[in-house]
């Protein structure tokens, strides 16, 4: 079955500084790739989109990445801002159904 | 602020208990989901709505039985649920299935089983 694995459970890093954030997965490539913000208690919000054949996507300080080679894709926070501490997901979608499928999850925390 | 609204936010109920979830949205999704997240875990899918039709069932147990009223509402009704049920429900709307679409997340219904 396919596994999306998100490598760090919890990244902290220094404010001002980029936040890499990983996401692997096995098997075949997803025909969309989405990222999510999570915050404690509250609901996923969507961030980013990328279909498998774009390399790129930029929104404002954010920045995804999709190697569908390598089965990975890369979200960096660039100038990262305590208010960007939360929990980041990434989420797969297949072209052939209708589902979902969220990664495990990286906890990051940008200090001040 | 979120446009898919959950009702509840939280339920406390026995395990005789029957309560209901709620969720609407008004962004003209045709396609709807529930989601259940434990505790620094993701959300796992439970079910799938797509025009008013269930399409996906994740092998959730009975004690969990989804209806979608129409294309606004989907609810979760709850019977005979377990402590280990306890979790935060999540309702989510994306535009039709089969297209990238993100999906649009309600604050959750955080269960309580006793």
């Known amino acids: 079955s396919q596994k999306i694995e998100q490598n760090s459970e919890a990244l902290n890093i220094q404010e001002g500084k980029t936040a890499t954030l990983t996401c692997n997965y096995t098997n075949y490539s997803p025909a969309y790739l989405q990222w999510y913000r999570q915050d404690p208690g509250r609901g996923p919000v969507f961030l980013l989109l990328i279909r498998e054949n774009e390399k790129e996507k930029r929104k404002e300080r954010l920045k995804v990445t999709f190697d569908t080679t390598l089965k990975q894709s890369l979200f960096h926070i660039t100038a990262s801002q305590p208010a960007d501490s939360a929990t980041y997901l990434c989420a797969l979608r297949y072209s052939s159904a209708s589902k979902i499928i969220f990664g495990s999850g990286t906890r990051l925390s940008i200090r001040p | 602020d979120t446009e898919v609204t959950q009702t509840p936010k939280h339920l406390v109920m026995g395990m005789t208990n029957k309560k209901s979830l709620k969720c609407e949205q008004h962004?003209?999704?045709?396609?709807m989901y529930w989601y259940k997240q434990k505790a620094k875990k993701p959300p796992e899918l439970m079910f799938v709505?797509?025009?008013?039709?269930?399409?996906i069932n994740e092998s959730v147990p009975s004690r969990f039985s989804p209806e979608c009223p129409n294309s606004s509402l989907l609810n979760l009704h709850l019977h005979a649920l377990q402590p280990e049920d306890s979790a935060l429900y999540l309702c989510?709307?994306?535009?039709?299935?089969?297209?990238?679409?993100?999906?649009?997340f309600g604050e959750g219904s955080r269960l309580t089983v006793l």
């Open positions: 709505y797509s025009y008013e039709k269930l399409s």
């Open positions: 962004m003209g999704h045709r396609a």
């Open positions: 989510a709307s994306s535009q039709v299935t089969g297209l990238a679409g993100e999906l649009f």
